[in-house]
Every structure is written in C-alpha cells, then in structure tokens.
C-alpha cells in the first residue's frame, strides 16, 4: 500500500531479464538528483536493470538507440513530454511543475505546506505569509499552508514570487524589489518560501534591514540541504525523501513493464519533517519568561531534561510560567518537551540507522518503550513503521 492509500503494484515476472531504463533528471544537487540516486538504488537491488542517463540529444530516435524499456524522471517541459509519449514505452513522472499525462509519483506538496505553517505556529507566529510561484507545487503548498494558516485563526496571505520581484532577469533588481515587499511585512511575522529564485538570502535580509528570525522567521522546502545551511543566516527546511521518491517510482515503472496498470491517482510521499536552523529560532512571543522557557526546552529537551533546573532559571513560579505558556503558545511545557523529542527522533529515525534505544536516548525519552508509546499515540504508527515510509525499500 503506498503512502497515500495508492495500491503500488508489484512485480512479478521477467524478473532476470535486462531492462534499458532512460533516466532523465536534472538539478544534480537537489531533488533530481536525489531522486536519481534512488532509481540507482533500485537498479542496484534488482540487478535487471541498465539505467542511462538521459543524452542532450533527447529524442524518439535516441530512446530507440538505446531499446528503452521505460523512461523515467522529470518532464518539466512540453518538448519533453511530447517525445516520451510519442516514444510509446511505460513513463513515471516524479515532477510537479505541470501537468504531464504519466503516472506520478512526487512529494506531497499540500503536507509539506502544512508542515511548514504549524511550525511557525507552535513558536507562536500569528502573522503567516506564504511566497508562491507559477508552477503547480508551489500553489499545492500554498494551498497547504493556508489551511493550517486559517484553521489556527491566523492572518495569513499569499502572494506571487513574480508579482513582488517581477524583475527575474536582474539579480541585484530582483533583491531589491524582495527586499521591498519583506520591509513591509507586520512585524513578528513567518514567511514560507514554497518557491524561490534568488541565489542566497542575506543580500535580501540586509537591504530590507530586518532580524532574522526575530523579526521574519523563514522556512523553504529542503531541495538543496547544502545551499540551505550555508546561507546567512541557516535556513530552516520542510525534508522529503527524494531518494524514496525516486525508488518508488522505479518500483512502479518495473511494475509497468511487466504490463500491470498504473495507479488511477498520484502517488504522493509525505514529507519527513522539519530542520530548524538559526532563520526560524525564535519564539515569536512578547513575555521573556515563556520565551526563555522555549529556548531552554528546545536547547535541553533531548539531554535529560528536568523541571526543577528549568525553574531555578526563571523568575517566576512554575504554576505562573505552566499559565502564560499555555495562553501564549497554546500548549503545556510538558507538550513541548515531548514536541522536541518527537521531532528529534523522527529526524534520527528517518534520517540515521541507530536502534530504537539509541534512538529515545538521544532524543531525551527513557527508553525504547516511552519511545513506541509517544508514537503510537501522537503519530499513530510504531516508530519502525515510521522509519519505512521515508525510506526506499523493496
């Protein structure tokens, strides 16, 4: 069963004779070549497969140079698209960016635009903004992102890259003119970037003269984790698994191949969670007790966390603090210790091959047992079962 109550068919016969597979990905640092990484995983493991990539002289004639099987990859242009469908062989798409007439398997870019509102809620942002762009998965994670938005009674709008910046052809216009619209903005506020062109984010942050995150906490979709933490500031991400991605839909291709039909819907991948990094820090709250109170859970939280050092930190009462916390973020101080070990051991789960002792230990929990427990009950699934939705398997 896939992620998204999809059917994913499997393969059953041929299962020793070599396939041509033509891969076509670009963006090598970022979701394409992540997600090519774990269509090679998938060749490695089945060992019937001869993956190419894709030639600059993509054509019809080049796929029958080569006896492709099936194709597999990004098709982002209608040029593209037309020469694989006219080629007749078995296609998965792993794209979003517009409509192609192929099976698709993607991240599901409605959770990730949920995901990225919730965690500027839970560090109490109440003024959302979201910058969308042209192309659909951009406007499915704005769609996402209001959702949340709205549903937590929250002013929150969205608004078009090329509508702020229309300049795209003049880097240094570009940032003056995004700079323009982010000086601008209520001030404490989070902004989701569910598309962006710019190359790098300090030249906007400093000619809108603003603090980051004290004034604009950011998020982006992690395409490119590397760019993401060399940024001025490190910015924060919403993760998917682009290698499960491209394993998924190689194991749908192989499936197609052998002549089973392609799911009537989209197979969609739900992101892994969040990074936080120095761009969304903060707590978006105006008591510096409740403030402190956040930062030394989320600094502590995972290290044998313990009240009473809490309490020796603040100046005020525990009860006083457990009140104004509650009213300011919406949720207990025990709420939000949990929170930070569950995110923590969601990201060692899906990210790191350590045991489940290992795993509750480094996340601050008593043990392998407190750690099945909290997800089953706030995730609804065990944690080994968490661990291989985002990961390829066969």
Not at 121 to 140: P, Q
Not at 301 to 314: G, S, T, W
Not at 343 to 348: D, S
């Amino acid at each position: 069963m896939a992620e998204d109550g999809v059917d994913m068919p499997t393969n059953t016969k041929n299962e020793h004779q070599p396939r041509s597979v033509v891969a076509v990905f670009g963006d090598a640092a970022g979701f394409g070549g992540r997600a090519q990484a774990g269509v090679f995983q998938y060749a490695r493991e089945r060992q019937h497969w001869i993956v190419r990539k894709s030639r600059r002289e993509f054509s019809v004639k080049s796929l029958h140079e080569v006896g492709a099987a099936g194709v597999i990859g990004q098709f982002a242009s209608e040029r593209m698209s037309e020469i694989v469908r006219s080629y007749g062989a078995p296609v998965v798409n792993v794209s979003r960016v517009a409509e192609r007439p192929f099976p698709l398997v993607t991240m599901n870019n409605e959770a990730i635009g949920r995901m990225a509102a919730q965690h500027l809620l839970d560090r109490g942002y109440r003024h959302l903004f979201c910058v969308s762009g042209k192309v659909i998965y951009a406007h499915e994670r704005a769609r996402g992102f209001e959702e949340v938005a709205f549903a937590a009674d929250c002013m929150a709008s969205t608004v078009v890259l090329d509508d702020i910046a229309p300049r795209r052809d003049h880097e240094l216009e570009f940032e003056r003119q995004v700079a323009a619209w982010m000086s601008n903005l209520p001030r404490p506020c989070g902004v989701f970037f569910a598309f962006w062109g710019a190359e790098a984010f300090a030249p906007v942050i400093h000619a809108a003269q603003v603090r980051v995150p004290e004034d604009v906490a950011m998020v982006m979709v992690g395409d490119d984790p590397v760019r993401c933490e060399r940024e001025d500031p490190p910015v924060s991400t919403v993760d998917y698994p682009a290698e499960h991605i491209g394993y998924r839909a190689a194991q749908l291709l192989d499936a197609m191949m052998d002549g089973q039909p392609a799911p009537k819907r989209p197979i969609l991948i739900d992101p892994t969670g969040v990074t936080e990094r120095a761009s969304s820090s903060a707590v978006a709250v105006n008591d510096p007790d409740v403030q402190f109170a956040a930062q030394y859970i989320r600094r502590n939280a995972c290290r044998d966390f313990d009240f009473r050092r809490l309490e020796e930190e603040i100046t005020v009462s525990r009860r006083t603090l457990e009140r104004r916390f509650r009213a300011l973020l919406g949720r207990t101080l025990q709420e939000e210790v949990l929170r930070v070990q569950m995110e923590q051991a969601k990201y060692l789960l899906a990210e790191t091959d350590l045991s489940l002792q290992m795993v509750a230990a480094r996340s601050g929990m008593s043990g392998a047992q407190r750690l099945c427990h909290a997800f089953k009950e706030h995730m609804g699934m065990t944690p080994k079962q968490y661990r291989m939705s985002g990961r390829p398997h066969a």
